[in-house]
C-alpha cells in the first residue's frame, strides 16, 4: 500500500505550457518535501512546505501544502525543456522518526 | 562543500556474492540514511544513524543487510548473500543535526544488479 499516491504518472508537454502536479494521502505529515531527480543522479530538494495552506514559489514552480496536510501540489508556469526530470513527494514527520515516505514520481518531458 | 557521495556507482554482482557499498555523507552532517529504488516502485527508508548509531533500521530487509558507520563518518551497506530482489539503486542521505524540517541531501546512488 502506498501512503502518498502522485498524479500524473507521466506528463509530455510542449514548451510554454502550464502544468501541476498532485501529490496525495490519507496520512498527515509534519512536513512535505519536493525533490528533482535526473538521470543517474539523487534526488535534489526542491522546497520543503510544513503549515498546512502554505505556498511557497520558487520562480515559475509554486508549491502547496493542503490545509489538513495531507496533501500538496507543484504548479509549474511556461514550462521549459530545462524544467524535465523527475519529480518527486516525500512526507515526513516531526520528533525521532526521520524517515521520508515517498511517492513513485511524476515523469516530466518538456518538447521544445 | 561536497556533496554526498557513493560508490561504486555501479556493481553488477551474482546471486549469492557480496557486495558493500559505501556512503560518505556531507562533512559535519550527524543523520545519514539509506534508501532503496526497486523498478517500479517508490524510494523505500531503509535505515537512519546519528553520528555512529542506528536510530531507525525498520526498513532493512531482513538479515542479509548489514549497515555500519564506526566513528560517524561514512556508513558501508553490505548484502551478503545478495538475492535477485536486492537488485536496485541504492540511495544515501545525510542532514544536520537539528535540522527542523528534516531536510535531507541525496547521494547520486548505486546502482545494484544481481543476476
Known amino acids: 500500500t502506498q501512503l502518498l499516491e502522485q498524479s500524473p504518472q507521466f506528463l509530455s508537454i510542449q514548451e510554454g505550457e502550464n502544468l501541476t502536479v498532485y501529490c496525495n494521502s490519507s496520512?498527515?505529515?509534519?512536513?512535505l518535501q519536493w525533490y528533482r531527480q535526473e538521470p543517474g543522479e539523487g534526488p535534489v530538494l526542491l522546497v520543503t512546505?510544513?503549515?498546512g495552506g502554505e505556498v511557497k514559489k520558487l520562480k515559475r514552480l509554486t508549491f502547496q501544502f493542503g490545509d489538513a496536510r495531507k496533501d500538496s501540489s507543484l504548479h509549474i508556469t511556461a514550462a521549459q525543456p530545462g524544467d524535465t526530470g523527475l519529480y518527486l513527494c516525500?512526507?515526513?514527520?516531526?520528533?525521532?522518526?526521520?524517515?521520508?515516505?515517498w511517492g513513485l514520481g511524476t515523469s516530466l518531458a518538456v518538447n521544445p | 562543500e561536497a556533496g554526498v557521495t557513493q560508490f561504486p556507482s555501479h556493481s553488477v554482482i551474482e546471486k549469492g556474492q557480496t557486495v558493500t557499498l559505501r556512503c560518505d555523507p556531507i562533512s559535519g552532517h550527524d543523520n545519514l540514511y539509506w534508501y532503496r529504488r526497486v523498478m517500479g516502485k517508490e524510494i523505500k527508508f531503509l535505515l537512519h544513524f546519528v553520528k555512529e548509531s542506528k536510530q531507525d533500521e525498520s526498513g532493512m530487509p531482513n538479515n542479509r543487510f548489514l549497515a555500519e558507520r564506526t566513528g560517524g563518518t561514512y556508513s558501508t551497506l553490505k548484502v551478503q548473500p545478495a538475492e535477485l530482489e536486492d537488485s536496485g539503486v541504492y540511495f544515501c542521505?545525510?542532514?544536520?543535526?537539528?535540522?527542523?524540517?528534516?531536510?535531507?541531501?541525496f547521494g547520486p546512488g548505486t546502482r545494484l544488479t544481481v543476476l
Open positions: 542521505a545525510s542532514s544536520q543535526a537539528g535540522s527542523s524540517y528534516n531536510e535531507q541531501f
Open positions: 512546505v510544513v503549515t
Open positions: 496520512s498527515v505529515f509534519s512536513s
Open positions: 516525500a512526507g515526513g514527520y516531526a520528533g525521532n522518526n526521520r524517515k521520508l515516505i
